[in-house]
């Protein structure tokens, strides 16, 4: 039995969730607060980051990436034409690099500050670093998002899926990102048709219900978050 410990808010747990999604496995899902630091939790990860995966006990698999991999090398691998990291080497290549610039670049430069101001910090503790809003790293996190909805609706007009024909790791963790951002109604989707229409149809996807279906306590989605036509 897979377990997961993640918050609804994290751009990686959402990673892996979607990939537990679309290979069809169930999972057992711990929401971590983890500015909090539970003992517990930091037996299994010191660096108290999210998510972390475990299987019927074992080790801690720590990190959207490491469980990706996992995942792939122990249920991907019996998909088929459903794997979501290609078979040839150069592919997979690409999917890992779009991953990698989604979980990690557009991560970093919007998302975590983003979640962080407008999130987090209404639930932390002031010890813990909670307080108001910086509103110039709010201002920042905007501004660096009109680049990455560029590159995104450019991948999207020029590819079948972000890094290629097929469904991959680069649309789960782009649709990871996105999906928080959306719920926070931060992505003037007007001004980017293409990504518009790709992010509809990742959305349309079983693998993707569950998020729609997630609150934050005290702070409701846009009213266009549900809807798969919008």
Do not use: C
């Amino acid at each position: 039995m897979l377990k997961l410990h993640h918050h609804p808010m994290s751009a990686a747990s959402r990673f892996v969730r979607l990939v537990l999604g679309e290979y069809g496995e169930r999972a057992e899902y711990l929401e971590e607060r983890p500015w909090e630091k539970r003992r517990d939790f930091l037996a299994l990860n010191p660096a108290a980051t999210l998510p972390v995966m475990l299987e019927d006990d074992g080790p801690a698999i720590v990190g959207a990436t490491v469980a990706s991999e996992y995942l792939d090398e122990t249920r991907g691998v019996f998909q088929r034409d459903k794997r979501l990291l290609p078979e040839k080497p150069l592919e997979r290549a690409e999917v890992r690099r779009l991953t990698e610039w989604f979980l990690g670049k557009l991560d970093s430069e919007v998302t975590r500050y983003l979640v962080r101001e407008r999130v987090f910090k209404l639930e932390m503790s002031a010890e813990a670093g909670g307080g108001p809003p910086d509103a110039s790293a709010i201002r920042a996190a905007r501004a660096n998002l009109k680049h990455h909805l560029r590159y995104l609706g450019w991948l999207a007009e020029s590819r079948d899926w972000l890094a290629g024909p097929r469904l991959s790791y680069a649309d789960l963790a782009a649709a990871a990102e996105l999906s928080i951002l959306d719920y926070l109604g931060e992505i003037p989707w007007e001004n980017e048709p293409s990504a518009k229409d790709w992010y509809m149809r990742i959305k349309s996807r079983p693998s993707f219900r569950p998020l729609l279906n997630e609150r934050v306590r005290g702070l409701p989605p846009v009213h266009h978050y549900v809807q798969l036509d919008f």
